[in-house]
């Protein structure tokens, strides 16, 4: 589709309407940017930090790579970042952005105990480089027993590839009682919830700046990047498929989870037994009191007297 270019005076979106195109489809067939060498290595620096430290926001990560003798600034740790999909964890300004058009549902977990498969599942995104640009990985994740139910990967950030990545999940496995994301503009739009309501299941999204509201994908992050992408330095878009492929059937089928007693997660799946999963509220919300209503039992008690 070279003839949709999108540095013409009519947009994309309008030039897809008129070609009777999608703008998935555009989107879809378009190559990954090529990365220039020295911003791949500050770019693998920072994804290997963040997967380490993934509060650390771009002030700290530009002290961590002056440490390793690289000349940066902020401003180019930030766009680097930015185009990784990275924020800080740490509760700050910006560090969620959902569409500001689309629906944000409340967080359904905190205190729930998570008893049996299917009664939670969720999803998040993760950046993966390569050697000569980069990929999005999406999951799909039972909180019971920590399997992996379906994945996808794209080139770029639509929302196609996680609805398409949902839709597998709900066919292969049925409905999960609730579902669980952050806010990112992905998760929160019509094409993404839409197969949620239609199936009746409870939607649930992140708090802002709660870092721990969907610390089972956070942790899945850091180990499939520990111990596949890091160690294989996948060089191409089909190394890493096959590579993903390959550490799924071991993540689900054969690795022993220290979490569920060393069982897989296919077997607490299919079993029921020796799962679980609970977010706890650590610093749990004060109930405030309202001091005008309190001014108003005053006055009324005063009126009263008089």
Same mark, same amino acid.
Request: with cysteine; aromatic share 10%.
């Given at each position: 589709?070279?003839?949709?270019?999108?540095?013409?005076?009519?947009?994309?979106?309008?030039?897809?309407?008129?070609?009777?195109?999608?703008?998935?489809?555009?989107?879809?067939?378009?190559?990954?940017?090529?990365?220039?060498?020295?911003?791949?290595?500050?770019?693998?620096?920072?994804?290997?930090?963040?997967?380490?430290?993934?509060?650390?926001?771009?002030?700290? *990560?530009?002290?961590? %790579?002056?440490? %390793?003798?690289?000349?940066?600034?902020?401003?180019?740790?930030?766009?680097? *970042?930015?185009?990784?999909?990275?924020?800080?964890?740490?509760?700050g300004p910006g560090t969620s952005k959902p569409h500001p058009g689309h629906k944000i549902y409340p967080y359904l977990l905190r205190g729930v105990a998570v008893t049996r498969p299917n009664q939670v599942w969720s999803t998040?995104?993760?950046?993966?480089?390569?050697?000569?640009?980069?990929?999005?990985?999406?999951?799909? %994740?039972?909180?019971?027993?920590?399997?992996?139910?379906?994945?996808?990967?794209?080139?770029?950030?639509?929302?196609?590839?996680?609805?398409?990545?949902?839709?597998?999940?709900?066919?292969?496995?049925?409905?999960?009682?609730?579902?669980?994301?952050?806010?990112?503009?992905?998760?929160?739009?019509?094409?993404?919830?839409?197969?949620?309501?239609?199936?009746?299941?409870?939607?649930?999204?992140?708090?802002?700046?709660?870092?721990?509201?969907?610390?089972?994908?956070?942790?899945?992050?850091?180990?499939?990047?520990?111990?596949?992408?890091?160690?294989?330095?996948?060089?191409?878009?089909?190394?890493?498929?096959?590579?993903?492929?390959?550490?799924?059937?071991?993540?689900?089928?054969?690795?022993?989870?220290?979490? %569920?007693?060393?069982?897989?997660?296919?077997?607490?799946?299919?079993?029921?037994?020796?799962?679980?999963?609970?977010?706890?509220?650590?610093?749990?919300?004060?109930?405030?009191?309202?001091?005008?209503?309190?001014?108003?039992?005053?006055?009324?008690?005063?009126?009263?007297?008089?």
């Amino acid at each position: 589709m070279t003839w949709i270019a999108k540095d013409e005076c009519i947009s994309v979106t309008r030039q897809c309407i008129l070609a009777s195109v999608s703008k998935s489809t555009f989107h879809a067939q378009q190559r990954p940017k090529v990365v220039d060498t020295g911003d791949w290595l500050i770019s693998r620096l920072i994804d290997e930090e963040y997967t380490r430290h993934p509060y650390y926001g771009a002030r700290r *990560m530009v002290v961590i %790579l002056l440490r %390793l003798n690289h000349r940066v600034n902020r401003k180019k740790v930030q766009r680097l *970042m930015r185009l990784m999909g990275l924020a800080g964890m740490a509760p700050g300004p910006g560090t969620s952005k959902p569409h500001p058009g689309h629906k944000i549902y409340p967080y359904l977990l905190r205190g729930v105990a998570v008893t049996r498969p299917n009664q939670v599942w969720s999803t998040d995104i993760t950046y993966i480089r390569l050697a000569t640009g980069f990929m999005y990985l999406t999951v799909v %994740l039972d909180w019971y027993s920590r399997r992996v139910l379906s994945w996808r990967l794209s080139n770029t950030m639509q929302s196609r590839f996680c609805v398409d990545c949902l839709e597998e999940a709900l066919q292969i496995y049925g409905n999960p009682e609730v579902f669980n994301s952050d806010q990112g503009s992905q998760f929160t739009s019509e094409e993404f919830t839409a197969p949620l309501r239609r199936e009746a299941i409870k939607i649930s999204m992140d708090g802002r700046g709660r870092v721990f509201d969907n610390i089972f994908v956070e942790r899945f992050w850091r180990n499939v990047k520990c111990e596949d992408i890091y160690l294989n330095g996948y060089s191409t878009v089909e190394e890493l498929k096959v590579g993903l492929v390959r550490y799924f059937v071991d993540y689900n089928d054969t690795r022993p989870h220290q979490s %569920l007693d060393y069982r897989t997660p296919k077997e607490v799946y299919e079993s029921g037994e020796g799962g679980g999963a609970l977010i706890i509220e650590k610093y749990p919300r004060v109930k405030e009191e309202s001091t005008i209503a309190l001014r108003s039992t005053v006055d009324s008690s005063m009126n009263a007297v008089a």
